[in-house]
């Protein structure tokens, strides 16, 4: 399970935070990487509260939609308005909005599954999916992250930082083993992140799921910083990895060059 933010917010020196809230937010993270309906214990352990206090905060959160009781009426589940809130977030960002029309141009033209992930420091989160013909569940839904060590765009977004943020990124954490061929070993990372400062362009085969490649471009920001990736995956029983780099490289790095243009 991931680091609930809220249990380690503590500000005494300034005025401005509202610790309350930032309570009430740790219940709804709470639901972080959950396997389903978690009942009040659960809540109170994993937002670091005291039952009554999670008692509290859940009732509020009834109370006002964004949290409903399972059908077997023995936990929590997050409820509609959390969508609501999803959906704001996504038409809101400006990133997303330009990207939107570039990915479904480039979807059309690859076949494959386009998606576009956000760098938020050790994880990529997937903001747009457009999925091929064949995904599982989890792989086609926004909001899913994975470790930005572990993806051909997290190795071109750490191939636009300097060393010392990617050591960072690679050193603080322990690398899960998603499947036998994801790469743990820093060093081994670094030489990916190498080839890719070279190229322009990440190639991974087997990180996330077995028998699959991907191609992965960077998106800077204005000051030239990584804040993105478009992702392209595809099935190695169809495609020999440098064929599918050869492919569809040069049209993930042109809609990177038409957002950035937008």
């Not at 930032?22 to 993270?29: P, T």
């Not at 937002?47 to 399972?70: E, P």
């Not at 059309?108 to 386009?114: G, L, M, P, Q, S």
């Not at 820093?186 to 190498?194: D, F």
């Amino acid at each position: 399970m991931q680091e609930n933010p809220a249990m380690s917010l503590s500000n005494p020196g300034d005025s401005l935070f509202v610790q309350s809230l930032a309570r009430g937010m740790s219940v709804l993270e709470a639901f972080r990487e959950a396997d389903g309906p978690l009942s009040l214990a659960q809540i109170a352990t994993r937002a670091g509260l005291t039952r009554s206090a999670a008692q509290r905060l859940v009732h509020t959160f009834r109370k006002l939609g964004y949290l409903t009781l399972s059908e077997d009426g023995r936990g929590f589940r997050l409820d509609l308005p959390i969508l609501d809130l999803t959906h704001d977030y996504l038409r809101l960002n400006p990133l997303v909005r330009r990207a939107s029309p570039v990915l479904l141009e480039l979807r059309r033209n690859v076949r494959e599954r386009v998606d576009l992930s956000l760098f938020d420091g050790r994880r990529m989160v997937y903001a747009a999916r457009m999925q091929s013909k064949r995904e599982t569940f989890f792989a086609t839904l926004v909001g899913n992250s994975v470790p930005t060590a572990c993806t051909s765009g997290g190795w071109a977004v750490m191939a636009m930082l300097p060393d010392d943020e990617v050591d960072a990124i690679l050193e603080g954490q322990q690398i899960p083993q998603i499947t036998p061929r994801t790469l743990t070993d820093p060093s081994a990372i670094r030489e990916q992140i190498t080839l890719a400062r070279a190229n322009g362009h990440a190639l991974a085969i087997e990180q996330i799921l077995m028998g699959e490649v991907a191609v992965g471009v960077a998106i800077p920001d204005a000051d030239g910083r990584p804040i993105a990736a478009i992702h392209i995956a595809a099935s190695l029983s169809e495609w020999a990895p440098e064929d599918f780099r050869r492919r569809v490289a040069p049209l993930a790095a042109e809609a990177v060059r038409s957002i950035l243009s937008n």
